[in-house]
Nanobody, 115 residues
Framework: QVQLVESGGGLVQAGGSLRLSCAASGSILRITSMGWYRQAPGKQRELVATITTGGRTNYADSVKGRFTISRDNAKNTANLQMNSLKPEDTAVYYC?????????WGQGTQVTVSS
């Protein structure tokens, strides 16, 4: 089993920044990718950003240029630097780890951006 622990969420004013961190532990064999997803009230969970072990990144159009995902492969951690935050970024952010064919999720961390 793999456990994911997120940290770094909180309340910030529009235009501000937050940094989310995700630490993976447990029986990790070979990570394919790690990423961040988010779910706002009444909406489906959506991709924010992912990064493969090789460093290839993928971002949602809505966060390109504002968010940056990074990984430390040796420590099995993934971070999401969020700048120029907007009220529409308000959501619960979930860390995801893909170890094909398995996918693991963290418990989520709340990000609230006030206008």
């Amino acid at each position: 089993q793999v456990q994911l622990v997120e940290s770094g969420g909180g309340l910030v004013q529009a235009g501000g920044s937050l940094r989310l961190s995700c630490a993976a532990s447990g029986s990790i064999l070979r990570i394919t990718s790690m990423g961040w997803y988010r779910q706002a009230p009444g909406k489906q969970r959506e991709l924010v950003a992912t990064i493969t072990t090789g460093g290839r990144t993928n971002y949602a159009d809505s966060v390109k240029g504002r968010f940056t995902i990074s990984r430390d492969n040796a420590k099995n951690t993934a971070n999401l630097q969020m700048n120029s935050l907007k009220p529409e970024d308000t959501a619960v952010y979930y860390c995801q780890l893909e170890e094909r064919p398995r996918v693991y999720w963290g418990q989520g961390t709340q990000v609230t951006v006030s206008s």
